[in-house]
């Protein structure tokens, strides 16, 4: 199920860590004292893989949603989106 700008928002801490999944391998890390955490799971070269577009609120809904979709347009082309990232930091 999709998530919600307010789902987001009212995601409170429980005194675990838990995840509310997305669509397309982005999820929101809510950390047991409340954090919220953007991640995109992908698949490269047959390993699982993990990369944070960020925290909430500094990144919202909308742009996790714009940065997914920019890592998949990335894995269309076969390239690592994680070290697609690296290399423009680098070069900045």
């Known amino acids: 199920m999709a998530l919600t700008d307010m ?5 409170k801490a429980t005194g675990k860590d838990y ?3 997305d669509l397309d391998g982005l999820s929101l890390s809510v950390s047991a004292q409340g954090g919220k955490t953007w991640y995109f799971r992908y698949s490269w070269l047959g390993k699982q893989k ?3 577009f960020g ?3 500094e990144v919202g809904l909308r742009d996790a949603r714009t940065r997914r979709d920019e890592a998949r347009a990335l894995l269309a082309k076969c390239v690592n989106p994680r070290h697609h990232r690296e290399k423009e930091r680098q070069e900045s």
């Open 55 to 57: 925290t909430y609120p």
């Open 50 to 52: 993990r990369m944070s």
């Open 7 to 11: 789902v987001v928002r009212q995601a």
């Open 19 to 21: 995840t509310l999944g």
